[in-house]
């Protein structure tokens, strides 16, 4: 497996991993990558906010980094844009 931490993103930590996985085709087995990606709170990365294992393969390492990435800057930007209810991750980020 492959991780890959990325720039802090409205303040949560971003990681992403990738695993490589034998797929079977027509013309025998091929190599495809599978994507999960893990948001930790602000200023405490052993606390994770949330950890996704997406359901599709891609065929490079580098597509499979990209989506990771992308998919986990929308999961932040929806959790920041529902108000919140008492002091939760809003008040975290913006501290």
């Known amino acids: 497996m ?14 992403v991993h990738v695993t490589v996985v034998k797929s079977h085709a ?3 087995a091929c190599r495809r990558f599978r994507v999960s990606w893990t948001v930790s709170l602000p200023g ?3 606390q994770k906010l949330a950890n996704f294992p997406e359901q599709f393969d891609f065929l490079t390492e580098q ?4 989506y990771g990435e992308n998919r986990a800057h929308t ?5 920041l844009c529902v108000p919140a209810q008492g002091p939760g991750l809003q008040t975290r980020i913006h501290k």
């Open 2 to 15: 492959s991780s890959q931490a990325y720039a802090p993103y409205r303040g949560c930590g971003i990681a």
């Open 26 to 28: 027509l013309g025998g």
């Open 44 to 46: 405490e990365t052993q």
């Open 63 to 66: 597509e499979a980094f990209r």
């Open 75 to 79: 999961f932040i930007d929806s959790v």
